[in-house]
């Protein structure tokens, strides 16, 4: 099959979804396209951004530095070392790899150094560890950025994650989670630094197929702790019907994130509302983060933590009062070993 | 297993979704219960109903008439002759026996005498059958319960077709299908009488299960006109789901339900919460009937068709002018040949 591009090159990339087959220039072409227009519908980066982009040594990451790179915009990469036996080296050594090639030093955190390595901290607290890892995650992506006079924080979710994810929060009507979902959480008070996802307009298979014709060297293997997660079951059967009919899940993805979509207007939307102040083509901020800083969100502006100075609801973050259990838990354990 | 509800006898049925186990005779109260129990949150029928039926010869609707008689209503069944090859013979024998089983003969419409039987009809007009399809049974339905002064129209809809539904109505974000998607469609000005979904509780495999012990002799085979029915994949792909986490279903649906999800407002509900006459609890009839008794939809009351009588926005309804498409088609084809 010939490229529908350029009709001369051999096609390498079919995508059913977009009716179209690309030679591999023209697959470039037609990705970084996609991203850019991603970012410019919804607004999620300016030229003058300083970009903090979250790389975990997987595929959609790294694909998303190398494009932002491309694009000129003023990155640096931050990689958070779970301190996963085999996985997190693995994974650490693409980031480095990846980095170098491209004359950077990522900013590495380690969860070891950190007191919290997410399988040790998993079995502390009796947590599922995703759910652990997401609050650390969270945790050190806005600090990171916040010391490092970063604008925003870029992660590397496509549109599988996020319509996974966005399938999971319909199924249970998790209307709180429904307000709060999109690729562009605004800055707000107590820095909370803006987060954006300027893949959300690709499929994992165009981020792979882009990874792979690029030459960028990524993990292929699944963290070894995710492999129970609901959210690959939503991924799967989203897969299925996307199979049988190709471009659902943009469609899906978009519909939802229409302005005019009534599950898009979270709390402090509702509220503007009622004062005739609706901004229904922005996310209301402060509602959108309500959760972000930390899990309980509240009315008003965060407070700062009393331990790290970081944005909360409560007088405590939901980080540091994780690692105080872990601390507990892991001086109970000693004082059990050496009675 | 033991019976999760007498403790005593085998177990028969397990059901994931409940946490439970049932021998048969606690499996027909428990399923008796569940779908009472849904005929009276949504308050579906009333004991002064007269139920009309609609009956395939599948399990679904030959359990549900089942459960109404058991249950003390007043029912007559109305079976609908599509005119499709061996198929419509085998569902009317079906029909038949188990009508005579209790002691009930069925108003039969032939469509094939009514000049539009199924698949020469999509031939002629060409039209997708199971849309053609889902016209003249809307018709018929309403038709014969205004004729034989029913109060309701009873249909077979299990929580597998109405979530299946869901999905595609959500992955499409198509807002007026989700504002009219309701187990109560209530009895509307022009003729449109209520129609109900006393099944929308139970699942696919619980209505097969009580058919097979209740020994109720049902067709087994699909349509052969809906092999390739998107509502199949939409199907496919919510049972993976519920398999591994068994209760979603469920959930899903009733969340949508819920009088506070934002989906449930339809143009009229919208229209009376401006001026401060919200009904919130129950769905808003004429904008839920509006595409109804035909597919355009409209405001105010319907009309009267000038061919048929039934109600119609337009001057003759979509049923007259389908049937009027068949009748061309036909004489252009009697006229070709006999050329």
């Given at each position: 099959?010939?490229?529908?591009?350029?009709?001369?090159?051999?096609?390498?990339?079919?995508?059913?979804?977009?009716?179209?087959?690309?030679?591999?220039?023209?697959?470039?072409?037609?990705?970084?396209?996609?991203?850019?227009?991603?970012?410019?519908?919804?607004?999620?980066?300016?030229?003058?951004?300083?970009?903090?982009?979250?790389?975990?040594?997987?595929?959609?990451?790294?694909?998303?530095?190398?494009?932002?790179?491309?694009?000129?915009?003023?990155?640096?990469?931050?990689?958070?070392?779970?301190?996963?036996?085999?996985?997190?080296?693995?994974?650490?050594?693409?980031?480095?790899?990846?980095?170098?090639?491209?004359?950077?030093?990522?900013?590495?955190?380690?969860?070891?150094?950190?007191?919290?390595?997410?399988?040790?901290?998993?079995?502390?607290?009796?947590?599922?560890?995703?759910?652990?890892?997401?609050?650390?995650?969270?945790?050190?992506?806005?600090?990171?950025?916040?010391?490092?006079?970063?604008?925003v924080v870029a992660t590397g979710h496509n549109l599988d994650d996020e319509t996974a994810r966005l399938l999971g929060n319909l199924l249970h009507w998790q209307r709180d989670h429904l307000a709060r979902q999109h690729p562009l959480l605004p800055e707000a008070d107590g820095g909370l630094v803006r987060k954006v996802k300027p893949l959300w307009r690709v499929s994992e298979i165009e981020t792979a197929a882009y990874?792979?014709?690029?030459?960028?060297?990524?993990?292929?293997?699944?963290?070894?702790?995710?492999?129970?997660?609901?959210?690959?079951?939503?991924?799967?059967?989203?897969?299925?019907?996307?199979?049988?009919?190709?471009?659902?899940?943009?469609?899906?993805?978009?519909?939802?994130?229409?302005?005019?979509?009534?599950?898009?207007?979270?709390?402090?939307?509702?509220?503007?509302?009622?004062?005739?102040?609706?901004?229904?083509?922005?996310?209301?901020?402060?509602?959108?983060?309500?959760?972000?800083?930390?899990?309980?969100?509240?009315?008003?502006?965060?407070?700062?933590?009393?331990?790290?100075?970081?944005?909360?609801?409560?007088?405590?973050?939901?980080?540091?009062?994780?690692?105080?259990?872990?601390?507990?838990?892991?001086?109970?354990?000693?004082?059990?070993?050496?009675?």
């Amino acid at each position: 099959m010939k490229c529908k591009r350029c009709r001369r090159a051999e096609a390498a990339v079919e995508l059913p979804s977009h009716h179209s087959a690309f030679c591999p220039d023209c697959f470039f072409v037609f990705f970084r396209r996609q991203v850019t227009e991603g970012i410019r519908k919804l607004r999620l980066l300016a030229p003058e951004d300083r970009v903090l982009v979250c790389v975990s040594g997987g595929k959609d990451s790294l694909v998303l530095w190398d494009v932002l790179i491309d694009e000129g915009y003023e990155t640096e990469g931050l990689y958070i070392d779970l301190g996963i036996d085999g996985y997190s080296d693995r994974s650490k050594e693409k980031v480095l790899a990846y980095a170098a090639s491209r004359g950077k030093t990522p900013i590495v955190v380690e969860l070891a150094k950190e007191g919290i390595p997410i399988p040790e901290a998993a079995r502390c607290v009796r947590m599922q560890e995703c759910s652990i890892c997401g609050t650390v995650k969270r945790y050190f992506f806005n600090r990171v950025a916040a010391e490092g006079k970063f604008t925003v924080v870029a992660t590397g979710h496509n549109l599988d994650d996020e319509t996974a994810r966005l399938l999971g929060n319909l199924l249970h009507w998790q209307r709180d989670h429904l307000a709060r979902q999109h690729p562009l959480l605004p800055e707000a008070d107590g820095g909370l630094v803006r987060k954006v996802k300027p893949l959300w307009r690709v499929s994992e298979i165009e981020t792979a197929a882009y990874g792979f014709l690029k030459g960028i060297d990524y993990v292929t293997e699944e963290c070894p702790m995710s492999e129970d997660a609901t959210s690959l079951v939503y991924k799967e059967a989203l897969s299925r019907i996307e199979d049988r009919m190709p471009g659902t899940r943009i469609v899906f993805y978009q519909g939802f994130l229409d302005p005019s979509n009534p599950l898009r207007k979270g709390p402090e939307a509702a509220a503007a509302a009622d004062g005739n102040m609706a901004r229904e083509d922005a996310p209301a901020a402060g509602a959108m983060r309500a959760a972000e800083g930390d899990g309980e969100g509240g009315a008003g502006p965060p407070q700062v933590c009393v331990e790290c100075g970081a944005p909360t609801y409560t007088e405590t973050c939901s980080f540091c009062r994780l690692k105080e259990r872990v601390r507990k838990a892991r001086s109970l354990r000693v004082a059990r070993v050496s009675r």
